[in-house]
């Protein structure tokens, strides 16, 4: 069921008709009060009573809301001008939010995946585009809107890992924008149903359960200390291959192979030494 255009019409105009009905109807009562004439005295109190019920078809639409009106049962369409406004007394009005909104999820503990436990939330910013499917197609909207997003959302975390260990693998942590996107179209998509646009969705929340925090953050740590010791020997490597260049373009010292050996063991030694070497000053000759 899709949303169509309600028949209403101006509020004022339609208060201004029956303040002019009630004004006549007061008037001639009175008219015939005086004359006692009965049948003129209940014909237009009768009319009063009946300009009274259709007063009751006034309603207010406020900027951002559409009124869902339904007759016995069946969809008669939707107003959304807003402001004071007028239909059948006999409609029922149901009021539906067109602000945009946003929640987020509660903390949500699944495995990803690797199979690890991790925790993981969403913020979700939603809105309403449709309102004959929001209040006609599910049973309750908001709760839908939040059931689905929870869902979506562990579905997702399922198909990642919290964090890559493979190059060009794509994480949860390392992907964040593309996961984005991802959870948004699966939400959308969930949604569309009630009538739901999802303008944005992202993760408020990642880490990893309680129970394996500890044992990930050494592994974390430990894959820091091997990529920088990579860098450190890399750096070291050319630093020892500049000054045997240097020292062979310059002719400043003639090495036999056995020096140079131990030449490049020092100076790997004093480059990658996590501590400050101490340097020995030989007082002899080289080769003594």
Not at 43 to 66: D, I, K, S, Y
Not at 112 to 137: C, K, L, N
Request: aromatic share 6%; charged share 20%.
């Amino acid at each position: 069921m899709n949303e169509r255009q309600a028949r209403s019409w101006n509020g004022f105009a339609a208060l201004s008709l029956w303040l002019a009905a009630l004004g006549v109807s007061i008037w001639q009562i009175l008219a015939g009060a005086l004359v006692r004439d009965p049948w003129r005295v209940g014909g237009f109190a009768l009319g009063a009573v009946l300009a009274g019920l259709l007063l009751g078809g006034l309603f207010m639409v406020e900027p951002n809301q559409g009124r869902v009106l339904t007759l016995f049962g069946a969809y008669r369409g939707t107003e959304r001008q807003p402001g004071l406004r007028w239909a059948n007394p006999f409609l029922q009005k149901r009021a539906v939010s067109l602000r945009v909104r946003n929640f987020e999820t509660q903390h949500l503990k699944v495995n990803d995946e690797h199979g690890s436990p991790i925790e993981i939330a969403a913020v979700v910013v939603w809105r309403v585009v449709d309102t004959a499917e929001a209040v006609f197609q599910v049973d309750n909207y908001e709760n839908f809107v939040q059931v689905q997003c929870e869902a979506a959302l562990r579905n997702l975390a399922t198909r990642y890992p919290y964090d890559s260990h493979a190059e060009g693998e794509k994480s949860l942590r390392g992907n964040t924008q593309e996961v984005a996107e991802q959870l948004k179209l699966e939400i959308h998509e969930r949604l569309a149903q009630a009538g739901v646009d999802v303008p944005e969705a992202r993760i408020s929340h990642l880490a990893y359960a309680p129970e394996i925090a500890q044992a990930m953050l050494q592994r974390q740590q430990a894959g820091a200390i091997i990529a920088a010791r990579q860098r450190i020997v890399e750096g070291a490597v050319g630093m020892v291959e500049m000054a045997l260049a240097r020292l062979a373009d310059r002719r400043v010292l003639q090495l036999d192979e056995e020096r140079k050996a131990q030449m490049v063991s020092n100076l790997l030694v004093v480059l990658c030494s996590e501590r400050a070497a101490s340097p020995v000053v030989n007082a002899g000759t080289l080769y003594g």
